[in-house]
């Protein structure tokens, strides 16, 4: 099973990310933070550094999926902290905000188009859904230097382009809304899957 975990900066994907694949016994795939060498220089300039960094992250996702979907087809168990359909919301943004320029933004559009029809849904997408100021607060206790900078109206704007991603495909994969203003035990979020799919999930012993 792939299962893919969405949400806006500061909800807390990778916990649960990393809980769910310890409990299931799952491969587990991050968001490369540490590994991404413009993130601060995105934080700092925008408008400059936007659209490299946007790159850098589509590719780094692209070849995570890859990987995935192999793994996938020799049935390992995948649980994924934001899925490579996630980076164009990102883009469209930044594109939207102003930061990234028409002409960048068509480029990285084309690619992002030209890679989609490689890509699959996960087979279960869990939105962790939080109010801005909490995510605000969880942004403030991780003390990340990048992400200081980040405001209520850039977490609002991007809060309803994942909002309104999911509930465009809700018709094609098992979409969970989970309210993660305060967290939840890993057991009641196997619990929920197992209630929404119908079956009762093969959990490693320990």
């Known amino acids: 099973m792939y299962i893919g975990i969405v949400g806006i900066i500061g909800v807390g994907k990778s916990v649960l990310t990393r809980k769910l694949s310890e409990r299931l016994g799952y491969r587990a795939y991050y968001e490369p933070v540490k590994e991404n060498p413009y993130l601060d ?69 084309q690619h992002f188009r030209a890679l989609e029809p490689l890509l699959r849904l996960p087979d279960v997408l869990i939105h962790l859904d939080t109010s801005i100021e909490t995510a605000l607060e969880r942004i403030k206790q991780r003390g990340r230097t990048s992400e200081a900078a980040i405001d209520a109206g850039y977490l609002s704007a991007l809060y309803k382009r994942f909002s309104d991603w999911t509930d465009s495909v809700q018709d094609r994969t098992n979409v969970f809304r989970l309210d993660w203003n305060s967290f939840r035990s890993v057991d009641e979020v196997v619990k929920e899957i197992e209630s929404k799919l119908q079956t009762q999930l093969e959990l490693p012993t320990t």
């Not at 780094?60 to 902290?81: C, M, T």
Request: glycine share 6%; net charge negative; proline share 0%.
């Open 41 to 109: 220089d995105y934080y700092n300039n925008k408008e400059r550094y936007v659209c490299i960094m946007q790159f850098f992250m589509l590719t780094h996702r692209f070849r995570q999926h890859l990987e995935i979907q192999k793994l996938y087809g020799q049935n390992v168990g995948i649980v994924q902290d934001q899925i490579i359909f996630g980076d164009i919301l990102y883009a469209t943004m930044t594109h939207d905000l102003g930061f990234m320029n028409d002409r960048d933004f068509d480029t990285y559009l």
